[in-house]
């Protein structure tokens, strides 16, 4: 009996998704468990995988577009059986937009160049190995992928070949300058974070708390470690400003689990674990993975599960539970030279902390101007969780900690 193949809600915020590739063809035999397509939620490229055997008899979505949750996308059945039955309800899906056509001039014909192909063996079975955010990536740009060497596991193109040979591709292509604009359609990512945050800044009462940290002593200490981790390990994990920040701030909401909350409509919930969120950027917008138990963690724990939860961020990869569940997040644009600046809380949680760059300046000590590194922290509160005072009082905890890194470092 014919089965049908589901968009499936593959993240819990999901509501619609993009079928990215599938990975199965009409006419292919399946099994339980089987990956059929590959789709992009609002988190994540992720696997849709078979729920019953047969063959791929339908595929009912070309590649690209966009399906409610719940809605049929292909069937699964055994070859030569009858599902009209079951093609009476397939869903129009969204199909994937092109950017409205620019208007052209008689005079002036909108010509492109082709980006250069070097000669590359084909593949194994006439098809390039690429992750699934590279074959988008590749597709928006006009990059040929069989024309990349790709530097991911077994010869797999992943983001950072495409912007390698980006440079290279953009000397070739002569720039479309006949029109005002362009349009581009939302990626998944990019639909959910501005429905995130239709729903944070306007209904969540928002102040916000900033305090200066001398960052003299962290300084010096993070040399220290890393030069002791060079000499014990070799090449080891480096320690970053972030890490000690995410290592003081969970300790801080430790001792303040007034401020690690979530508001729930008609309760607050203290939590008494702390899971911070980090904001990582990623190509379209931004995503917050999870350090679980941060406070129990060390320094270099916290710094090498950052990393690595940001490099599968990046290659839109991190699994549901991994981007969930935060308690309090992070937010950290120091390395783009921002001094200060307010970030906006992610629900249910009741506070983020912003994080600027060091700065050298003068300050005064004991009545002497000299030079000194200064860090501004901008704590962004729930007004209905957490009180000014309250607020304060953590702040006041997290600067303490900072300015005495031995506070942290065991």
Not at 42 to 48: F, H, I, P, R, S
Not at 143 to 161: N, Q, Y
Not at 323 to 337: C, E, I, K, Q, R
């Amino acid at each position: 009996m014919a089965s049908k193949v589901l968009m499936e809600a593959l993240s819990p915020t999901m509501e619609e998704g993009r079928l990215v590739e599938w990975k199965k063809n009409e006419g292919d035999p399946i099994r339980i468990g089987d990956v059929i397509a590959e789709v992009e939620t609002d988190k994540a490229v992720m696997e849709l995988v078979a729920r019953a055997e047969g063959v791929l008899l339908k595929q009912l979505v070309p590649a690209g577009s966009t399906v409610a949750v719940a809605k049929l996308v292909g069937v699964v059945g055994q070859p030569g059986e009858d599902i009209s039955a079951l093609l009476g309800g397939a869903p129009a899906p969204k199909p994937a937009t092109a950017p409205a056509p620019l208007p052209s001039s008689p005079a002036a014909p909108l010509t492109t160049a082709a980006p250069p192909r070097s000669p590359a063996a084909p593949p194994l079975g006439g098809r390039t190995k690429a992750s699934p955010l590279a074959r988008k990536v590749a597709r928006e740009r006009g990059l040929d992928l069989g024309a990349i060497a790709g530097s991911g596991p077994e010869g797999r193109v992943v983001l950072r070949d495409l912007d390698k040979a980006a440079p290279a591709a953009a000397a070739a292509v002569a720039a479309p300058t006949v029109g005002s604009f362009k349009d581009v359609p939302l990626s998944q990512i990019r639909k959910t974070i501005a429905k995130r945050l239709a729903q944070s800044i306007g209904p969540v009462p928002t102040f916000y708390l900033t305090t200066e940290v001398d960052m003299d002593r962290t300084w010096e200490a993070r040399e220290a470690l890393n030069e002791a981790g060079q000499r014990s390990s070799g090449a080891g994990t480096k320690i970053s400003f972030n890490d000690i920040v995410m290592k003081a701030t969970a300790a801080a909401l430790k001792a303040h689990p007034a401020c690690n909350a979530w508001w729930q409509d008609d309760r607050i919930r203290y939590w008494n674990e702390v899971h911070l969120s980090v904001a990582v950027a990623v190509e379209d917008g931004l995503i917050t993975p999870v350090v679980r138990h941060a406070d129990r963690k060390s320094l270099r724990e916290i710094s090498a599960e950052v990393k690595e939860l940001a490099g599968r961020a990046r290659e839109r990869r991190l699994k549901p539970e991994e981007y969930t569940g935060g308690t309090f997040s992070v937010s950290n644009l120091g390395m783009f030279d921002i001094d200060q600046f307010t970030a906006i809380i992610n629900p249910p949680e009741a506070g983020i902390l912003a994080v600027g760059s060091i700065v050298e300046q003068a300050v005064v000590k004991q009545g002497v101007v000299v030079s000194g590194r200064r860090l501004r922290l901008t704590m962004s509160c729930d007004h209905r969780v957490i009180d000014g005072a309250t607020g304060a009082a953590f702040l006041r905890t997290l600067k303490g900690m900072l300015e005495n890194p031995l506070a942290i470092v065991y």
